[in-house]
């Protein structure tokens, strides 16, 4: 399960912020990725829509790298 996460999460960056394949690691932070508070809300309703994940304000402060935020998804769909 948490590869199709990470490949979702992926495809979301690649394709809707355009943020090149060879950056995507897990210990890549969104902002090395050039994206922004607002870029990062903006994903998770894209998750909460395609995975039905909803991550929270507070779920956020925690999300730093790509490894984080798959964990975070992770726990979220556990618990749903």
């Known amino acids: 399960m948490a590869q199709d996460h990470t490949t ?15 950056e995507l690691t ?3 932070t ?10 990062l809300v ?3 309703l894209i998750l909460d829509e395609q995975l039905g994940v ?11 790298t790509l490894a984080d935020a798959i964990a975070a998804i ?5 618990l749903a």
């Open 8 to 22: 979702t999460l992926f495809a979301i960056l690649t394709d809707t912020f355009a943020v090149p394949v060879d």
């Open 26 to 28: 897990p210990s890549a």
């Open 30 to 39: 969104f902002e090395s990725l050039g994206l922004d508070s607002l870029d």
């Open 42 to 44: 903006e994903i998770t």
């Open 54 to 64: 909803k991550l929270e304000d507070a779920d956020l402060e925690d999300i730093v």
């Open 74 to 78: 992770d726990a979220k769909q556990v």
